[in-house]
């Protein structure tokens, strides 16, 4: 309550005091310097009797870094009861990454989106007749895989949403 006081005796008296300095009698002038005298003084009071914040403490924490938001281009799939895709791992994978499907005739394009907020919000590459995804990605030996369920026949030809070419089998 103490700290609200002084910060509106220098809202109310500075500038009264300024003015009282450039426009003010000699008497007035000598009011306004001990005025200005006594708020800095009390000011210093102030920061002298506040409370010292205790030293930071190192903490000690398994911090995963974080992984890069990218697009992977998908290297080979497996289609079945799931469509299994594969692609090189980067260093920082994700461990989540958004899958969109949508078929149209005898394909069936897959779009793949990888960040850090995968997850936690609406997926980013949903659209009206697509089928959007959030699933684990799995690490193995360099490479990268998601499963993605499909509840459709396996007859269709597996292209990449955003290049339009077909994902080769395995």
């Known amino acids: 309550m103490l700290a609200v006081s002084l910060g509106v005796a220098w809202l109310v008296l500075g500038p ?48 995963e870094p974080s992984c890069d938001e990218r697009v992977p281009v998908p290297r080979s799939a497996r289609a079945g009861r799931e469509i299994e895709l594969t692609w090189a791992a980067v260093p920082h994978e994700c461990r989540a990454a958004e899958a969109v499907v949508r078929t149209k005739g005898r394909k069936m394009a ?13 997926p980013v590459l949903a659209v009206r007749r697509q089928r959007a995804f959030t699933l684990p990605v799995n690490v193995k030996s360099g490479m990268a895989t998601v499963r993605v369920p499909i509840h459709k026949k396996s007859g269709y030809v597996l292209t990449d949403g955003r290049t339009g070419r077909r994902i080769p089998q395995r």
């Open 16 to 63: 009264l005091c300024l003015w009282l300095l450039v426009r003010g009698r000699a008497v007035e002038r000598v009011a306004a310097v001990v005025a200005l005298a006594l708020l800095e003084g009390g000011t210093i009071a102030m920061d002298a009797t506040r409370p010292a914040t205790p030293a930071a403490r190192a903490v000690a924490a398994h911090a």
């Open 110 to 122: 897959v779009w793949l989106y990888e960040g850090p907020s995968i997850g936690g919000r609406v």
